[in-house]
């Protein structure tokens, strides 16, 4: 009679808990790595629209509040030209050494009080004073620079998570100094009427900050320093269209045209 044996399957062990918990731990990283990959991937370009947004609209303000305590809303062009008095007509000419002192007088104040918010020095009249909504939680750091807060939901554009999430510092800072250049514009209006313009276009460079990023970028704006029109002598003939034959003419002497005729 033959005898049947039963064979013991053998039961495999649970892996201990320490390699259970290694191996979560190493999985929970990779997935988690991978997720702020992508997830930077995503918002990386409209975090730095949005960083880039907000501190040229920062800068331009300060831009704007300094001009403004320099010229106002801008001269009057008396004030910037020199008349002279000819045999036989008047000449204006613009004052180059007035606008050159009136640039530079501008382009410091702008420097200083962007490096005043830089330091976080508001203690002199001179200085800006942030009182805007716009720009109102905007934080100084001594020495580091501009910086203001992101929150995570703004960038997703989301109506409902706009204020939620974690913030994302950005900060930002002058680089340079600042270029300037003059030109003026001039129209015809009237038979002896010119209008002139001269402005002021000023850039300012300005490098971003954010979490593992950096970018420069260049702030341009023009500056009307004075506009007005100059009113000159009556002309003798006037040629709009540029010909040799004027349009109309205007006797010299009134009394011998009439004896001619």
Known sequence: ?????????????PLPFRYVLLLTTVLFLLFSALGLWIVNIAIKPVLVAYAESRSVNIATYVMNKAVKEEIGEGLPLNEITVVKELDESTLYTIDTQKIIELSNNIANRVLNHINAMEEGDFSSSDHIILSDEEIEKVEVRRGEGIQFNVPLGRITDN???GSLGPEIPVRFHAIGDIDYDIETLWQEQAINSTWFEIRMKMKVGIQIVIPFMTKMTVIE????LATGTIKGDVPQFYSNGGGLTPSFTIPMDPEKDESNQ
Do not use: S
């Open 1 to 13: 009679m033959q005898k049947i044996h039963r064979g013991h399957l053998r039961r495999k062990r």
């Open 159 to 161: 109506v409902l998570l």
């Open 221 to 224: 704006r023009t500056i009307p």
